[in-house]
């Protein structure tokens, strides 16, 4: 089916392709993942946060397919779910002048990924990348830094934070069988062991930290 024609079919067909594309995504960064984590001192933040925001966003529409129509914002806030996570990790023994720096340069490292990753698909590109740019940078970065991080929820908080933002977006109705369905996918993501192992495997001391300077010239 032409991408085009996919904005008057049904919301099933449209869930069904976006799960689709998400899931092969998720095989690409599976199959580079080896270089990902030898080469980028971020890898193992970067698989932590992209695979755990296409994996969520594919199980989504595979449970509620018309949050289809919502994908790239829906991705936004998961994606801002999953950073925050990493750096409320690290900021239990790092400062947060420290995390910030990182942050900034973990950004361009991770949007250089979902670029290459997406690059002879410009159609799902559309659509799976913005929440990996300048488009999240500039809609949500600041507001997901406030919930979910300077405001301390706990992680069951930051669950329901995220449940809610996405009912939001895609205007469904706020009952308990759609919060349950939306909160058992982002927690069966955060049950894997093996993805939980990219927090504990990341060496913070292996990446050079730029001076403040250099981003202040950046913007």
């Not at 995390?99 to 361009?108: E, K, S, W």
Request: hydrophobic share 35%.
């Amino acid at each position: 089916m032409n991408f085009f024609n996919k904005f008057f079919s049904n919301n099933d067909e449209l869930a069904t392709d976006y799960r689709d594309w998400l899931l092969n995504g998720i095989d690409e960064l599976n199959e580079s993942k080896m270089t990902t984590l030898k080469d980028d001192p971020f890898g193992h933040l970067m698989m932590f946060t992209t695979k755990g925001t296409y994996s969520t966003g594919a199980l989504l529409c595979h449970k509620e397919p018309k949050i289809a129509s919502e994908i790239k914002n829906v991705l936004c806030r998961i994606r801002g779910f999953y950073d925050c996570l990493w750096q409320c990790y690290l900021l239990k023994n790092n400062e947060n002048s420290k995390i910030g720096n990182l942050y900034g340069q973990y950004f361009v490292h991770l949007e250089n990924l979902i670029e290459e990753l997406w690059y002879n698909s410009p159609n799902a590109k559309l659509q799976f990348s913005p929440a990996f740019g300048k488009y999240y940078e500039e809609n949500y970065l600041m507001d997901d830094v406030k919930k979910y991080i300077q405001e301390e929820p706990s992680n069951e908080k930051r669950i329901e934070l995220l449940t809610s933002d996405i009912l939001e977006i895609c205007k469904l109705p706020d009952n308990s069988k759609n919060y349950s369905l939306i909160s058992v996918a982002i927690k069966n993501y955060l049950d894997d062991e093996k993805i939980n192992s990219h927090l504990e495997l990341f060496d913070i001391e292996k990446v050079i930290l730029l001076p403040d300077s250099f981003f202040k010239r950046a913007k």
